[in-house]
């Protein structure tokens, strides 16, 4: 039996779970997903738990890069992480290294120029997703490019919640010590996929400095459609599933994007939820799941599966947290464990079903990552991995304050209506 002990005045049950039995590569797929034929092979797949573990494993890939590096990302900071990033990439533009660098508009405003300058004169190409220029036909305030992807020679990939900035370093290396989880995965295969996806956002970006300055209409639509495709690297086959060695694994890189690829992260979750057995482990940033995956969850619960939600405790979006706790009444009725963490940010976009099924990415359970963001996310079909997320995730619980529905109905009154509030706010947010 695995437990998670209460270290932080737990008002309820600690949680604990059952290990479900070891169940091989097809009994997995046949499962808990719906096209096993979107899965490639993986040769490795790390967990990395916050930045004092992601960032040194992406930077020591950088400087060992030898043709390619690709990184894109909400957020890069002008402070000490942004400051080693930038640095990095630099040195390996210097030494002949192709070097893209994509970051979102939005996530990307409190950057003074010089900085996207420094990294353009060692011959970095740097681009903006949806500069917010009224002017512009793509300038769009909801259409975001939140995913976290760094591809670097066609075969090291890494994916996750963290973005390049303090907040996700240690406190020891000067950071705010944010909780966030990150992925890296070995393997062409992959790494082909992250290209793709790479190539989609970069040919709607803005080269810098263009996007920081009003341009007509037309002009701007026509350099869209005059930037290349790198088709050689977009299209270059790959070794089958079927191929994969003995020590590999499945992995489905999911993004999503606009019109009918919108829902694929939702549905590859609703559908892994409808058929877990044994537990559900949740942690998310920005917690507020439409009805179909309330629906999935209180099902669980009923079939007897354990069902556990990690939520932040202090948000740095405080109004999703209040819309949040609107929800908590109706989670906990259908038997949805909640629990809260307490220290600093919970940024974390993770979930484990099962011992079986992993997913890790930038994709929070909000209106936004559901119908306007870019997102991306790892589903990974692996025994292993998906038994060090759940310990990990079970330990993160024992730091944590689970939320009963007898304290959460005896909040105030005013509480209650700031609740209320926020969630019908919940489509903006």
Not at 205 to 229: D, F, G, N, V
Not at 296 to 302: D, E, F, G, S
């Amino acid at each position: 039996m695995l437990s998670a002990d209460d270290q932080t005045g737990q008002s309820g049950p600690a949680l604990a779970i059952t290990p479900s039995p070891r169940a091989d590569l097809k009994s997995i797929l046949a499962r808990y997903v719906r096209q096993s034929w979107r899965f490639k092979c993986a040769l490795s797949a790390k967990l990395l738990i916050n930045g004092d573990q992601a960032f040194p494993d992406m930077l020591s890939a950088i400087a060992a890069a030898k043709e390619t590096i690709d990184l894109e990302t909400y957020i890069i900071a002008d402070d000490h992480t942004g400051s080693r990033f930038k640095q990095a990439l630099s040195e390996a533009a210097n030494r002949g290294v192709h070097v893209r660098l994509l970051y979102d508009h939005l996530g990307g405003m409190d950057v003074p120029p010089a900085f996207f300058e420094q990294l353009a004169a060692t011959g970095i190409e740097v681009r903006a997703f949806h500069p917010l220029v009224i002017t512009r036909p793509d300038w769009a305030m909801n259409r975001r490019d939140h995913r976290k992807i760094l591809v670097v020679d066609d075969s090291i990939s890494f994916t996750g919640g963290l973005n390049i900035a303090d907040d996700y370093a240690s406190i020891s290396d000067g950071g705010h010590g944010w909780r966030d989880t990150h992925v890296r995965i070995d393997g062409p295969d992959i790494a082909q996929v992250f290209t793709s996806l790479f190539e989609y956002a970069w040919q709607k970006a803005t080269p810098y400095p263009q996007a920081h300055k009003k341009t007509e209409i037309w002009k701007s639509r026509i350099r869209r459609l005059r930037r290349p495709i790198s088709l050689k690297r977009l299209f270059r086959k790959r070794d089958s599933l079927q191929m994969c060695p003995a020590s590999g694994l499945a992995v489905q890189i999911i993004g999503n994007r606009e019109f009918r690829h919108r829902r694929l992260i939702h549905n590859a979750y609703l559908f892994a939820i409808n058929r877990a057995q044994n537990y559900i482990l949740i942690e998310n940033a920005y917690f507020l799941p439409d009805i179909d995956i309330r629906h999935a969850l209180a099902r669980a619960v009923k079939r007897g599966v354990t069902v556990a939600v990690v939520l932040t405790r202090e948000s740095d979006v405080k109004i999703i947290s209040l819309a949040t706790r609107h929800l908590y009444c109706s989670l906990l009725e259908n038997g949805i464990q909640i629990f809260e963490w307490p220290r600093s940010m919970m940024h974390s976009k993770t979930a484990v079903i099962d011992d079986c099924w992993s997913i890790v990415g930038s994709y929070n359970f909000d209106h936004r990552s559901l119908l306007h963001n870019l997102e991306v996310a790892a589903v990974i079909a692996d025994n292993g991995f998906a038994q060090k997320l759940r310990d990990q995730t079970l330990t993160d619980i024992a730091k944590c304050r689970q939320i009963t529905a007898q304290s959460h109905r005896s909040r105030p009154f005013y509480q209650k209506l700031l609740h209320a509030a926020a969630y019908l706010l919940r489509q903006w947010l």
